[in-house]
């Protein structure tokens, strides 16, 4: 009897000391935690890692504006605009947003054997400028280049044919809202498409509408953005016996998709799927290539992959941010025509 008494009594101090137990653990798990984070920033790679995640969402979320809970035709516009080029509802007329970057990296393959070609990695900067009339207009650079499908290195030919990136020095577009007419289906109601406009770019394409879509709930807002080409561009040919540049038209086809998400909370940063078929200038035009690339927005150069600024600071220091103004693109297309 004696020995079932102090059997619980023990039991009686030992939960009232579970507790004090579990606030020492937190505390010192705390400690610990706080131990390996000094720790591990002063760790080089490790620390930058980390610090970029954290920097990452804490950029987006003090910078983008949330619209209202439930999306309405011009809180859509004002929340793709701001996910695509910095230029948030509340900047005046005439004044420039904040400039932003994509990275993008995936692969391109020949179809329809499927056979991977060559990897690639890109990136585009921006920022947008509010116009009289409500339009948008983002000033832009991109570039895609190629690596090797095994080394991942750059690559400089292709069947002893030499392979260039993708590269627009500066590209300017206008962006309207749309009617909410356009759009079909309750699950969209309210939501109307963007009107893209190509102003200045080397290679003027037709545009078609974005259509704005819900993924799913309020809080997840989906954009596509179709591109279909069909037009002639010159194909140079090897000189004549007088050393001139021989050149005829051929017909360039392909189509694209850009698809974004945006998540309205904020708690996610914006990503882009791109998926193009076609001709892929300026180096595998014979083939029907199929690229397909995935990426993420990012607020500064200092946070794109480490591959991409090395690339960047050797080949197209151009790339550090968009154009300025439209000075600067009109002289920096017309030295190229």
């Known amino acids: 009897m004696h020995e079932i008494t102090l059997h619980r009594e023990r039991s009686r101090r030992t939960a009232s000391l579970l507790p004090i137990v579990f606030i020492l653990l937190f505390l010192v798990t705390d400690a610990r935690a706080l131990s390996l984070a000094t720790t591990t920033s002063s760790n080089g790679v490790q620390s930058k890692m980390i610090m970029t995640q954290k ?3 804490e950029l987006w ?5 949330p619209p209202p809970p439930r999306e309405t035709a011009a809180t859509s516009f004002h929340s793709f605009v701001q996910m695509r080029s910095g230029l948030g509802p509340q900047e005046p007329t005439g004044v420039f947003g904040d400039v932003v970057f994509w990275t993008v990296d995936g692969e391109l393959y020949e179809s329809p054997s499927g056979e991977m070609i060559a990897r690639i990695e890109g990136m585009e900067t921006s920022h947008a400028i509010r116009l009289e009339d409500d339009t948008v207009r983002i000033f832009s650079r991109k570039l895609v280049w190629f690596l090797h499908p095994d080394t991942h290195e750059p690559m400089n030919e292709f069947k002893g044919e030499a392979v260039k990136p993708i590269r627009y020095d500066a590209q300017v577009l206008d962006l309207k809202p749309g009617d909410t007419g356009s759009m079909n289906g309750p699950k969209d109601e309210g939501l109307a498409p963007i009107l893209p406009f190509v102003v200045r770019s080397t290679r003027l394409v037709p545009c078609m509408p974005i259509t704005p879509r819900r993924g ?11 591109l279909f080409i069909d037009i002639e561009i010159p194909l140079l040919l090897p000189s004549d016996t007088s050393g001139s540049e021989l050149s005829k038209l051929r017909k360039y086809q392909a189509w694209e998709f850009y698809d974004y998400v945006l998540d309205l909370n904020r708690e996610e940063t914006p990503t882009l799927s791109w998926t193009r078929q076609g001709s892929t200038p300026p180096f595998f035009t014979h083939g029907n290539g199929v690229m397909h690339a995935r990426g993420h927005r990012v607020g500064s150069f200092e946070e794109l992959p480490q591959t991409t600024q090395d ?21 920096l297309l017309d030295s190229n025509a």
Do not use: A, W
Request: glycine letters at 4%; hydrophobic letters at 25%.
């Open 55 to 57: 920097q990452r969402k």
């Open 61 to 65: 979320q003090n910078t983008y504006s």
């Open 216 to 226: 799913g709930n309020k809080d997840i807002l989906m954009f596509q953005v179709p």
């Open 311 to 331: 690339y960047i600071n050797r080949n197209c220091p151009l790339f550090h941010g968009p154009p300025k103004n439209m000075e600067e693109v009109d002289k």
